[in-house]
């Protein structure tokens, strides 16, 4: 099970890169600058100050001479030149041309080129559109041939780079992760191409205890994250967020231990339909519990325990101010829940074929019913029983 707050967690996350964005100030690292950027721009980039701020400093440094003095730097600009695409700002003409060239001009053989460094590579492949055929051909000639050695996170950051030249179909080895570089770059992987979230979320819940996000907080025990590390992850968990994953929520939300039992394995293997038309089973066999009747079916059996009627007591009653107007509109209310529940919940997936339109459902919509289902299980438990008499009691049964 995933045991993490997704939303307080980005929260943590943001103020860490936050911080190593002020500490640029002391000590400029367009390397790093570059990946705070790519951070903080999977937030919505309208509106985002710190991104705004951070990216003007990027766009004055790329301009410097100075910038191509180092090698190093090529992965910065490139990323910083991809950013002023997606921000709409105008950047100064002929650096794509430069890079190009410099990028040309590095020897992938030197252990000590940017062309070895993964995390150097992704941030040039962010800005693809800038190369000419050369350029991404030896690009891609250097993917290929990293991502068949190495850690298992810098396989995969090779791999991420092709699918950022234009390789679609480009896939991440399928070993076991080592620690907890290798757990953090397939969730990102997960979490940006497309993958089994969940599992490498329960891997990362797993190992969570075993990292620190900044020196000043770590134990002696606990790795520290870099910042490409803190990156990946912000975006991540900002993907996840947005983009929950269904089995995530279903795990975490506290679902009646019958609806739980009967939708589980239906709704962890995609049959959505089946997980709610057992659910609304579960609901209907409760009202039976609780009521003592057999005999009717699903609407009828909610209108005769739940409805108020002239002059009569409802056998299942959802609070006891039913002489007052709000407690009569409550009771009403329920009741309608429950009747609406069987009538667009229940019967359409037991009369229609699974792949008709009107009962299909994906994993949000599932959802979303059988938490309406979890609420009127929990007010049917928690609902008094109106007394009848022996004689009434047999009859109605």
Same mark, same amino acid.
């Given at each position: 099970? #995933?045991?993490?707050?997704?939303?307080?967690?980005? #929260?943590?996350?943001?103020?860490?890169?936050?911080?190593?964005?002020?500490?640029?100030?002391? @000590?400029?690292?367009? $390397?790093?600058?570059?990946?705070?950027?790519?951070?903080?721009? /999977?937030?919505?980039?309208?509106?985002?100050?710190?991104?705004?701020?951070?990216?003007?400093?990027?766009?004055?440094?790329?301009?410097?001479?100075?910038?191509?003095?180092?090698?190093?730097?090529?992965?910065?600009?490139?990323?910083?030149?991809?950013?002023?695409?997606?921000? @709409?700002?105008?950047?100064?003409?002929?650096?794509?041309?430069?890079?190009?060239?410099? #990028?040309?001009?590095?020897?992938?053989?030197?252990?000590?080129?940017?062309?070895?460094?993964?995390?150097?590579?992704?941030?040039?492949?962010?800005?693809?559109?800038?190369?000419? /055929?050369? /350029?991404?051909?030896?690009?891609?000639?250097?993917?290929?041939?990293?991502?068949?050695?190495?850690?298992?996170?810098?396989?995969?950051?090779?791999?991420?780079?092709?699918?950022?030249?234009?390789?679609?179909?480009?896939?991440?080895?399928?070993? &076991?992760?080592?620690?907890?570089?290798d757990i953090i770059t397939?969730?990102?992987?997960?979490?940006?191409?497309?993958?089994?979230?969940?599992?490498?979320?329960?891997?990362?819940? *797993?190992?969570?205890?075993?990292?620190?996000?900044? @020196?000043?907080?770590?134990?002696?025990? +606990?790795?520290?994250?870099?910042?490409?590390?803190?990156?990946?992850?912000?975006?991540?968990?900002?993907?996840?967020?947005?983009?929950?994953?269904?089995?995530?929520?279903?795990?975490? $939300?506290?679902?009646?231990?019958?609806?739980?039992?009967?939708?589980?394995?239906? $709704?962890?293997?995609?049959?959505?339909?089946?997980?709610? !038309?057992?659910? /609304?089973?579960?609901?209907?066999?409760?009202?039976?519990?609780?009521?003592?009747?057999?005999?009717?079916? @699903?609407? *009828?059996?909610?209108? !005769?325990?739940?409805?108020?009627g002239k002059g009569k +007591?409802?056998?299942?009653? !959802?609070? &006891?101010?039913?002489?007052?107007?709000?407690?009569?509109?409550?009771?009403?209310?329920?009741?309608?829940?429950?009747?609406?529940?069987?009538?667009? $919940?229940? *019967?359409?997936?037991?009369?229609?074929?699974?792949?008709?339109?009107?009962?299909?459902?994906?994993?949000?919509?599932?959802?979303?019913?059988?938490?309406?289902? *979890?609420?009127?299980?929990?007010?049917?438990?928690?609902?008094?029983?109106?007394?009848?008499?022996?004689?009434?009691?047999?009859?109605?049964?």
């Open positions: 099970m #995933v045991s993490i707050d997704f939303r307080q967690y980005k #929260v943590e996350l943001r103020k860490i890169l936050l911080v190593r964005k002020e500490s640029l100030e002391i @000590e400029w690292d367009p $390397f790093l600058a570059a990946w705070i950027c790519y951070a903080l721009s /999977t937030d919505n980039t309208q509106n985002n100050c710190s991104l705004a701020e951070l990216c003007e400093k990027m766009v004055k440094w790329i301009e410097e001479d100075t910038v191509w003095e180092m090698d190093r730097n090529v992965g910065a600009v490139a990323a910083t030149l991809q950013l002023c695409n997606k921000l @709409e700002r105008k950047k100064k003409s002929g650096i794509a041309s430069k890079l190009n060239k410099v #990028v040309l001009r590095l020897d992938a053989n030197d252990k000590w080129s940017p062309l070895s460094d993964p995390e150097q590579v992704y941030l040039l492949a962010l800005g693809s559109k800038l190369f000419d /055929t050369n /350029t991404l051909d030896y690009l891609k000639s250097i993917a290929h041939k990293e991502m068949r050695q190495g850690l298992l996170r810098k396989r995969i950051l090779y791999v991420a780079a092709l699918r950022e030249l234009g390789e679609g179909s480009a896939v991440i080895p399928q070993d &076991d992760p080592q620690d907890a570089g397939m969730v990102w992987w997960a979490e940006r191409y497309g993958g089994d979230k969940n599992d490498l979320w329960i891997k990362f819940s *797993n190992i969570k205890e075993n990292i620190s996000l900044d @020196e000043e907080s770590a134990s002696d025990t +606990q790795r520290i994250l870099s910042v490409p590390e803190i990156a990946m992850l912000y975006e991540a968990v900002t993907k996840e967020t947005i983009n929950p994953d269904p089995i995530i929520l279903f795990e975490n $939300f506290p679902l009646h231990e019958r609806i739980r039992k009967l939708a589980e394995d239906h $709704f962890k293997n995609g049959k959505y339909v089946a997980a709610v !038309f057992e659910a /609304t089973k579960a609901l209907n066999e409760k009202i039976q519990e609780r009521s003592g009747i057999l005999d009717k079916s @699903e609407v *009828n059996l909610v209108q !005769f325990t739940m409805n108020l +007591q409802p056998l299942i009653r !959802f609070n &006891d101010e039913l002489r007052k107007r709000s407690g009569r509109n409550e009771q009403i209310g329920v009741e309608n829940i429950f009747e609406g529940v069987f009538k667009a $919940f229940r *019967n359409p997936k037991g009369h229609e074929p699974e792949d008709k339109k009107m009962v299909q459902l994906d994993p949000y919509e599932a959802l979303e019913q059988l938490i309406i289902i *979890n609420y009127l299980m929990k007010r049917l438990i928690k609902a008094s029983l109106e007394k009848r008499t022996q004689k009434s009691d047999k009859r109605n049964q």
